[in-house]
């Protein structure tokens, strides 16, 4: 038979299938016996998971429903997937908390609930403790239970004595929320919470308790191809996801193939909102069961086995995570150790993480991916996230783009023990610390850098490269530094601190000029107390200073540039920025291009206007000013 005939069965098959697709709703007013029609629908959305198959959609109605939904299967292609979904213009909530009732005062604002261990079935958040690689307990023990009050949540304390005599938290974001406590001990067969309501009755409240670890999580990997779009998602048990664990989120895709999660809100979960991460079988938490040998070490062996399990284009990543608000979490609003490759990550408003700062880590930020191959960041406004954007280990094609950073306390871009090529471009960092650059092989073009930059070599861990858009290791060798390019950038200055011996921070890019590997710059701005890469040529120095003021409007960002006139930047010898121009990176030996391996010019500014022969440079192509709506992007979409 030959390949027309063929092609034409195949279709032919699949159309079959899709005329064949069975929709189920879900109802508060349903029940699981029933047939799921629109006029007798389930009452579970795990009962409509456990029917649907391959192109089936699952539609569900107003309410909130409180259970962990574990898909039992996923679809088989992207035109076959299984969707779930909110039904158009309804607020459908999936909790992984239950309402208690029945607390006891217990002297003062201090109530009590004793909950036996049935209450929990088989996980209790209250006897389960935070803890894994690079996980931080600041000397306590910490759990994955939240109690909320009103939907808000409540501060675990570290005994009884601190939930009736409260203290401010002076680490925390907002030190006053540590006023309202609470502590739980974990028995054999109950299990007592104390809380302390700062004068509130809990029993005229609405008071919840996480009682699942996840809201939204298959039970194992390769649940491919699956759609959640549209619902509000909250109060999950999350334990931390380090990345050589299996990383459990509040919604997570472990370890699986071509996911869409679109348009939710997602929040208060106790580790990271979203997850995109490895299985259990590569290895969990090992160097915490082995600390004989260095993380280092331990994540290597990790990736050797993600290869021999599969890890590849075929098999894992290619999700889109796009347009879902994302906050109230205390790691990571979405995290990702190798299952995120090829993924895109646009239009997302991610805020309010690891706002308490009860614990700490290295892996927390608003975005921390490893193993970033061939990713987009773009279109995203992530702040009050301590650190904005983190890229660990393996970037390698990706692309950071159009990003409004700011209000974040750590950084707004870290980038560490990259090799690259990668590319950052037209994004928007506010922070006091813009760059933290640990990686070489990087590309910065119109980007606007209002705060300092870091930069380090790290020739103590040896990290991998790959082979061009492939996960094939091609070698492991220690950061260098330097081999970076900086064109058409605008820096903004300030006071800078004393250099530390293994790292030098200061505004603009003087500190590079230490490399061996050399970095190459042109056509930049720096204003007053930033200073360019020695023998730079092509860029201008102004003594002007350059300051950002934001205002948030609802959903609205409007973004303010003080010293940006249009004068500031003529003498600048910008030019368009392509791939040629770029080259290829020192140790991968591999070129700037996009992700199917085209080359690519950078002709569009942040809002997506087209740019001349010779740009403006920063991200704006008309500079001015006025004040700019930075956010929402109205082309955020790749």
Same mark, same amino acid.
């Given at each position: 038979?030959?390949?027309?005939?063929? #092609?034409?069965?195949?279709?032919?098959?699949?159309?079959?299938?899709?005329?064949?697709?069975?929709?189920?709703?879900?109802?508060?007013?349903?029940?699981?016996?029933?047939?799921?029609?629109?006029?007798?629908?389930?009452?579970?959305?795990?009962?409509?998971?456990?029917?649907?198959?391959?192109?089936?959609?699952?539609?569900?109605?107003?309410?909130?429903?409180?259970? #962990?939904?574990?898909?039992?299967?996923?679809? /088989?292609?992207?035109?076959?997937?299984? /969707?779930?979904?909110?039904?158009?213009?309804?607020?459908?909530?999936?909790?992984?908390?239950?309402?208690?009732?029945?607390?006891?005062?217990?002297?003062?604002?201090?109530?009590?609930?004793?909950?036996?261990?049935?209450?929990?079935?088989?996980?209790?958040?209250?006897?389960?403790?935070?803890?894994?690689?690079? +996980?931080?307990?600041?000397?306590?023990?910490?759990?994955?239970?939240?109690?909320?009050?009103?939907?808000?949540?409540?501060?675990?304390?570290?005994?009884?004595?601190?939930?009736?005599?409260?203290?401010?938290?002076?680490?925390?974001?907002?030190?006053?929320?540590?006023?309202?406590?609470?502590?739980?001990?974990?028995?054999?067969?109950?299990?007592?919470?104390?809380?302390? +309501?700062?004068?509130?009755?809990?029993?005229?409240?609405?008071?919840?308790?996480?009682?699942?670890?996840?809201?939204?999580?298959?039970?194992?990997?390769?649940?491919?191809?699956?759609?959640?779009?549209?619902?509000?998602?909250?109060?999950?048990?999350?334990?931390?996801?380090?990345?050589?664990?299996?990383?459990?989120?509040?919604?997570?895709?472990?370890?699986?193939?071509?996911?869409?999660?679109?348009?939710?809100?997602?929040?208060?979960?106790?580790?990271?909102?979203?997850?995109?991460?490895?299985?259990?079988?590569?290895?969990?938490?090992?160097? /915490?069961?082995?600390?004989?040998?260095?993380?280092?070490?331990?994540?290597?062996?990790?990736?050797?086995?993600?290869?021999?399990?599969?890890?590849? $284009?075929? @098999?894992?990543?290619?999700?889109?995570?796009?347009?879902?608000?994302?906050?109230?979490?205390?790691?990571?609003?979405?995290?990702?150790?190798?299952?995120?490759?090829?993924?895109?990550?646009?239009?997302?408003?991610?805020?309010?993480?690891?706002?308490? $700062?009860?614990?700490?880590?290295?892996?927390?930020?608003?975005?921390?991916?490893?193993?970033?191959?061939?990713?987009?960041?773009?279109?995203?406004?992530?702040?009050?996230?301590?650190?904005?954007?983190?890229?660990?280990?393996?970037?390698?094609?990706?692309?950071?783009?159009?990003?409004?950073?700011?209000?974040?306390?750590?950084?707004? !871009?870290?980038?560490?023990?990259?090799?690259?090529?990668? !590319?950052?471009?037209?994004?928007?960092?506010?922070?006091?610390?813009?760059?933290?650059?640990?990686?070489?092989?990087?590309?910065?073009?119109?980007?606007?850098?209002?705060?300092?930059?870091?930069?380090?070599?790290?020739?103590?861990?040896? /990290?991998?490269?790959?082979?061009?858009?492939?996960?094939?290791?091609?070698?492991?060798?220690?950061?260098?530094?330097?081999? @970076? $390019?900086?064109?058409?950038?605008?820096?903004?200055?300030?006071?800078?601190?004393?250099?530390?011996?293994?790292?030098?921070?200061?505004?603009?890019?003087?500190?590079?000029?230490?490399?061996?590997?050399?970095? +190459?710059?042109?056509?930049?701005?720096? +204003?007053?107390?930033?200073?360019?890469?020695? %023998?730079?040529?092509?860029?201008?120095?102004?003594?002007?200073?350059?300051?950002?003021?934001?205002?948030? %409007?609802?959903?609205?960002?409007?973004?303010?540039? $003080?010293? !940006?006139?249009?004068?500031?930047?003529?003498?600048?010898?910008?030019?368009?920025?392509?791939?040629?121009?770029?080259?290829?990176?020192?140790?991968?030996?591999?070129?700037?291009? %996009?992700?199917?391996?085209?080359?690519?010019?950078?002709?569009?500014?942040?809002?997506?206007?087209?740019?001349?022969?010779?740009?403006?440079?920063?991200?704006?192509?008309?500079?001015?000013?006025?004040?700019?709506?930075?956010?929402?992007?109205?082309?955020?979409?790749?």
């Amino acid at each position: 038979m030959t390949g027309g005939p063929i #092609r034409l069965l195949l279709a032919g098959a699949l159309c079959l299938a899709a005329a064949f697709a069975a929709e189920y709703h879900v109802s508060l007013h349903g029940d699981d016996r029933n047939p799921g029609t629109m006029q007798r629908p389930v009452r579970t959305i795990m009962e409509a998971a456990r029917r649907a198959l391959p192109g089936d959609v699952i539609t569900v109605h107003e309410g909130t429903y409180r259970e #962990r939904v574990t898909p039992p299967r996923g679809g /088989t292609s992207d035109r076959m997937r299984i /969707t779930y979904r909110a039904a158009p213009g309804e607020r459908v909530e999936i909790r992984g908390s239950e309402v208690v009732k029945g607390w006891v005062r217990d002297g003062g604002d201090v109530w009590k609930i004793v909950l036996p261990e049935t209450f929990f079935g088989s996980y209790n958040p209250y006897r389960d403790e935070i803890y894994g690689d690079w +996980f931080t307990d600041r000397g306590r023990k910490h759990h994955t239970g939240e109690v909320y009050l009103n939907g808000e949540p409540l501060w675990e304390a570290e005994s009884l004595d601190a939930v009736r005599a409260p203290k401010p938290f002076p680490l925390a974001r907002n030190p006053e929320g540590a006023l309202r406590p609470w502590y739980a001990e974990a028995g054999e067969t109950e299990t007592t919470i104390w809380v302390n +309501f700062g004068g509130k009755n809990p029993n005229e409240e609405l008071v919840e308790i996480n009682v699942r670890d996840s809201c939204f999580y298959p039970s194992g990997p390769g649940r491919n191809f699956i759609t959640v779009k549209g619902f509000r998602m909250m109060h999950a048990a999350t334990q931390w996801a380090a990345p050589t664990a299996e990383q459990i989120g509040l919604i997570g895709t472990h370890w699986s193939k071509g996911w869409i999660i679109e348009d939710n809100v997602i929040s208060d979960s106790r580790c990271s909102c979203i997850t995109l991460g490895k299985d259990r079988a590569t290895g969990h938490n090992v160097w /915490t069961h082995d600390p004989s040998r260095d993380g280092a070490t331990h994540y290597n062996e990790v990736i050797r086995k993600a290869l021999k399990a599969g890890w590849s $284009r075929e @098999n894992i990543g290619s999700h889109i995570v796009r347009n879902n608000v994302i906050f109230r979490c205390e790691q990571a609003g979405i995290a990702g150790s190798l299952g995120a490759i090829y993924s895109s990550i646009y239009g997302n408003h991610i805020y309010s993480v690891w706002e308490r $700062r009860l614990f700490t880590g290295a892996e927390m930020a608003g975005i921390k991916l490893h193993g970033a191959i061939d990713v987009l960041i773009q279109g995203n406004r992530i702040h009050n996230a301590g650190r904005g954007i983190w890229l660990d280990w393996m970037a390698q094609g990706t692309r950071v783009s159009r990003n409004l950073l700011y209000d974040n306390t750590t950084d707004d !871009l870290f980038v560490e023990v990259n090799h690259g090529p990668f !590319l950052v471009d037209n994004n928007l960092m506010l922070s006091p610390l813009s760059l933290r650059d640990w990686s070489e092989g990087g590309a910065y073009v119109h980007n606007l850098f209002v705060g300092a930059i870091e930069s380090h070599p790290e020739p103590a861990r040896k /990290t991998p490269f790959h082979r061009p858009h492939s996960t094939r290791v091609a070698g492991i060798v220690e950061t260098r530094g330097g081999d @970076n $390019r900086f064109f058409n950038n605008l820096f903004g200055g300030g006071q800078e601190a004393e250099p530390r011996e293994d790292r030098v921070t200061g505004y603009g890019l003087w500190m590079y000029g230490r490399f061996r590997q050399p970095s +190459f710059a042109q056509g930049n701005v720096y +204003f007053r107390g930033a200073r360019p890469l020695a %023998d730079e040529t092509g860029s201008v120095e102004v003594n002007t200073e350059l300051a950002a003021e934001w205002q948030e %409007d609802g959903g609205a960002v409007l973004v303010r540039l $003080r010293g !940006l006139e249009q004068g500031s930047w003529q003498g600048a010898a910008t030019r368009l920025v392509n791939s040629r121009l770029l080259g290829r990176t020192k140790v991968s030996r591999a070129k700037f291009e %996009d992700a199917r391996g085209r080359p690519f010019q950078l002709d569009r500014d942040y809002f997506g206007a087209r740019r001349g022969s010779r740009p403006a440079p920063g991200p704006f192509e008309q500079l001015g000013a006025e004040s700019v709506r930075a956010w929402p992007l109205d082309s955020a979409r790749p």
